[in-house]
C-alpha cells in the first residue's frame, strides 16, 4: 500500500494577495551572511568566512502576520464568546489550543460549489443535494471542505470578493450531524462582505453578517479558510490532516492542510 500526499495549502509569500490591503503578512528575508550580527551573541569575533562552509550563518525570516493569514484553522472563540447554546448548556467558546486533536485528522468530504454566483449564500438544501449527487452519506467528525469559485481566484485582486459562502443553516447541517471541523477555499466561510454588505444596506437585516461563522453560538465548531487544490480531490475517500500550531488563547492558527490517500 503507498500513501499520496495532496498539498490543500496556499503559500505564505509577500506578493500573492490572498487577504485585504490590511492585514496581509510581510515576510522580511536574511541571507546567511546578513545575520552574522546575531551570531556574534553566541560566537564573539567569529567571521562569515571563518563558518564552516565559508558563507556565514544562516537563512532566517522575520514574518508580520496574523493568526488569520495564509491556510488557518478558526476556532469557536474566534466567532463569539461562548458556544453550544443549541444543547441548552451555553460554555465558553474554546480557544484553539484547546482544539480536540481527534476533530483535526479525519475522512475528508468535498461539497462541490464552484457553480454558485460570488456571494450567494449556500443553504442546508444545497448541502442536502450535493451529499445526494455525490452518494456520501455524512458521518460525526468528517471534515467537509467546499470548493468555491475562490479556488482559482487566489492571487487576483478581488480574490477576497470571490466565492458563495456557506449561510446558518447549511452550516448548523453540518454541525448538528457532528461534523466539527469545516473548510473552504475562498478567504471566509461567509459569503464575502462586499455582497453582504449589499443585503444588509437593502434590508437593514445585520443577521446576515457572518451568519456561518456565528452558527458556533449554538453549535461549536471550527473552519478551515483559504484552502487551496480542492478541484483536484474526489468528493470523498481520504484523510484530511490539519493540525493547527498550538497558539495560547487564540482565535486561529496556521495550519499546512493535507489529504492523504491510502492506495
Not at 564573539?44 to 565559508?54: D, K, L
Request: charged share 20%; proline share 6%.
Amino acid at each position: 500500500m503507498t500513501r499520496r500526499f495532496v498539498d490543500l495549502s496556499i503559500t505564505l509569500c509577500n506578493d500573492v494577495v490572498s487577504d485585504p490591503p490590511f492585514m496581509r503578512p510581510k515576510i522580511t528575508y536574511q541571507k546567511h551572511g546578513e545575520t552574522m550580527t546575531e551570531m556574534q551573541h553566541f560566537f564573539p569575533g567569529v567571521t562569515a568566512e571563518q563558518v564552516p562552509g565559508g558563507e556565514g550563518f544562516a537563512a532566517a525570516e522575520t514574518i508580520t502576520l496574523t493568526t488569520h493569514n495564509g491556510t488557518h484553522l478558526d476556532a469557536p472563540w474566534h466567532f463569539h464568546p461562548t458556544q453550544d447554546a443549541a444543547s441548552g448548556e451555553v460554555r465558553p467558546a474554546i480557544t484553539i489550543d484547546e482544539v480536540p486533536l481527534e476533530w483535526c485528522f479525519q475522512p475528508g468530504v468535498k461539497l462541490d460549489f464552484r457553480h454558485f454566483p460570488d456571494g450567494y449564500v449556500v443553504t442546508a438544501a444545497d448541502v442536502e443535494a450535493e451529499l445526494a449527487r455525490i452518494g456520501h452519506d455524512l458521518k460525526p467528525l468528517e471534515i467537509v471542505m467546499v470548493n468555491t469559485a475562490a479556488g482559482k481566484a487566489l492571487g487576483r485582486p478581488d480574490f477576497v470578493n470571490v466565492g458563495c459562502g456557506m449561510g446558518y443553516d447549511a452550516t448548523m447541517y453540518l454541525t448538528s450531524r457532528g461534523v466539527r471541523v469545516t473548510g473552504t477555499d475562498a478567504w471566509s466561510w461567509d459569503a464575502p462582505f462586499a455582497h453582504t454588505a449589499k443585503k444588509v444596506a437593502e434590508t437593514g437585516d445585520t443577521s446576515l453578517i457572518w451568519e456561518g461563522h456565528k452558527a458556533g453560538r449554538d453549535i461549536g465548531y471550527c473552519h478551515l479558510e483559504k484552502l487551496h487544490n480542492l478541484e483536484v480531490l474526489p468528493p470523498d475517500g481520504f484523510i484530511v490532516s490539519c493540525f493547527p500550531h498550538k497558539i495560547e488563547s487564540a482565535s486561529a492558527g496556521w495550519t499546512r492542510a493535507v489529504a492523504i490517500f491510502e492506495d
